[in-house]
């Protein structure tokens, strides 16, 4: 028994509760317990943002051909998966990260589930997402340490190109466009839906625009009334499901088959999607913590199982794979309550609401044109937040050529399909699927191209007159690794202020040695010279009365001192300062 809970510990570490400070403007963070009037409101908000998310899944299911009955088992399968990942996302156990995290359909994963389905059937595709659900699961210790393999870059590409292929379906649902031409209804339908959500969402900074969604549905669904495209019939045939029922009826769970070629893109699209649910988790625990410093790697560890737990359960229920919600995040942030209790509720609401037929059935009841309008905002959506991942990191010549010819390569599948179209069944899902295709793409040019890049790098500097080969040297660094354009910024900045202060103290004897090291974490730089120590310590406060009475310039040559060394430790996130043999070190640690 020992043994076996020594592997579990291993394995599945389990919760520790996290020292943190409450910052300004949250009512309740993680581990307090808000009452349950307060618990049930938060939580309700929580599960109807969700609800509307589940749109996503009604899109998934007409793709792949269910019937309007089979559509509402699979939507209601899909909310009791989410709500019970959710259930134990918020709790503080080995297999939860103890926060409110919502889980919601991974929209990321629509593409995929959707190719495997139509070219193996539903079967292959809940076979492959139970085996990527696993496979998450035993890798959720490791996954953060593969971000070098799957860095922002290669999830830039994957959203540019997932919102590439939303669009063709969502502006047919938007236009109602068919051999006919476009539907005039439809589109006035569509466009308030949308012009309602970019409305809130741009010009309202406050709780509605957390809901832009949700309202945005709310308003196209009046227009679609007035225009006669949604009423007594829709309403009818939600009022005819009973009150209660359970959510396997109507939609008979697949057998789950293996399939090689199906598995590949499923898992490869998960892994991803699993890493970057890394970024999820630290955005949470920077919300509960004013005093946030760095990841929280077990945490994140814990996050990562319960996201393939979550993956599991909705290949085990049949229905595509869920991902982590980045708009109820911003709910949890804009209401002040991040409990984890509320996490709890919020789930326990969504499962009840699987049980409640009417629920799903007006979900699958909304008009087409609304249905397009979301799927329209979600490919701009994405295509920028794509854009955004690409560009939040340094780029060279490599790397340029990896997001690049990655994008190419799967615009070539949606533009020309013709040209996979006589790949091998088995390759289908692979070579006809833009998202599998431009991804891998990515990520194989991004393994070539890390080829003869080390990860430190030294650079002597002989005066302050070295500023120049300084920034030279940091940028051609940051461009090889990928770092953050602002965290490099910042380490140029503090080495410069450490020269000016080395410079103008003569406490050194020159050249200085600068080291600089990187991984996926943090950005070291070490500085080695003769002399002595840089003192970062404000001896006294020096007022401007100070200034103005010393005639021999003291007090000002000493605020001077005292603002690089301050400067030094706010740009910083660790500094560190010694001497030993003549020799001082000045080391500087950057969270990346």
């Known amino acids: 028994m020992a043994r076996w809970m020594k592997f579990l510990d291993a394995v599945f570490p389990p919760f520790v509760e996290t020292e ?31 609800l509307m998310l589940v749109l996503y899944t009604v899109v998934v299911g007409q793709e792949i051909g269910l019937s309007q009955n089979e559509l509402r088992g699979f939507v209601s399968l899909c909310i009791i998966a989410a709500g019970i990942t959710t259930f134990i996302q918020a709790t503080p156990t080995r297999f939860g990260s103890g926060h409110l995290i919502v889980h919601n359909p991974s929209t990321v994963s629509m593409a995929g589930f959707i190719a495997v389905s139509s070219a193996y059937g539903i079967g292959a595709a809940t076979g492959a997402v139970i085996l990527s659900g696993i496979i998450v699961i035993l890798l959720a210790r490791f996954l953060p340490k593969l971000r070098s393999v799957f860095p922002p870059e290669i999830a830039g590409v ?46 309202n900074a406050g709780r509605p625009k957390l809901f832009a969604i949700v309202i945005g549905t709310v308003s196209g669904l009046i227009v679609a009334a007035i225009l006669g495209r949604f009423g007594q019939m829709e309403l009818h045939v939600v009022t005819q499901q009973p009150l209660f029922s359970f959510p396997f009826s109507g939609y008979d769970i697949p057998t789950p088959r293996l399939v090689l070629s199906a598995v590949i893109p499923v898992l490869l699209i998960e892994v991803i999607s699993a890493v970057d649910s890394i970024g999820t988790s630290v955005a949470i625990d920077k919300i509960n913590n004013s005093k946030w410093h760095r990841a929280d790697m077990p945490m994140i560890g814990r996050a990562i199982t319960c996201h393939g737990i979550g993956v599991l359960l909705a290949g085990l229920m049949g229905t595509f794979q869920l991902g982590t919600s980045s708009a109820n995040l911003g709910l949890a942030h804009a209401s002040g309550v991040a409990a984890r209790r509320v996490g709890m509720m919020a789930g326990a609401i969504l499962v009840v609401m699987a049980f409640l037929p009417q629920v799903s059935t007006f979900i699958t009841q909304i008009p087409q044109p609304v249905v397009g309008a979301i799927v329209v905002y979600t490919a701009g959506y994405m295509l920028v937040a794509g854009m955004e991942l690409v560009l939040s990191r340094m780029l060279n010549s490599r790397r340029m050529f990896m997001v690049g010819l990655g994008i190419t390569v799967g615009s070539v599948v949606l533009l020309m399909p013709e040209i996979t179209a006589g790949a091998p069944k088995g390759l289908q899902p692979i070579l006809g699927s833009a998202l599998t295709l431009g991804t891998v793409t990515a990520m194989v040019l991004n393994m070539i191209f890390r080829i003869g890049i080390a990860q430190s790098g030294t650079i002597q500097l002989t005066g302050i007159e070295s500023l120049n080969k300084l920034t030279d040297f940091l940028e051609e660094k940051g461009e090889d690794w990928g770092a953050r354009r602002q965290v490099m910024m910042r380490s140029g900045l503090a080495v410069g202020e450490a020269l000016e202060k080395l410079s103008g103290t003569g406490i050194t004897n020159w050249p200085v040695n600068l080291r600089v090291s990187y991984d996926e974490y943090k950005i070291t730089l070490d500085m080695d010279y003769e002399g002595d120590p840089i003192n ?21 040559d000493e605020l001077v001192s005292n603002v690089s060394g301050m400067l030094i430790g706010q740009l910083a996130d660790k500094v560190e300062s010694s001497a030993e043999n003549g020799r001082a070190t000045l080391k500087l640690v950057f969270d990346h």
């Open 158 to 203: 994957l959203l540019v190109l997932l919102g590439l292929s939303l669009v063709e379906g969502g502006v047919r649902r938007f236009t109602g466009f068919s051999e006919s031409g476009m539907d005039i209804s439809s589109i006035m339908i569509a466009s308030t839906t949308l012009v309602v959500i970019i409305g809130l969402s741009v010009w």
């Open 20 to 50: 943190r400070e409450k910052p300004k403007g949250m009512l309740f963070v993680a581990h307090e317990t808000p009452g349950f009037p307060t618990s049930l409101a938060v939580g309700g908000q929580h599960a109807v943002v969700l």
């Open 536 to 556: 970062l310590v404000v001896a006294r406060p020096i007022s401007l009365d100070d200034i103005l009475e010393d005639d021999d310039d003291d007090a000002l």
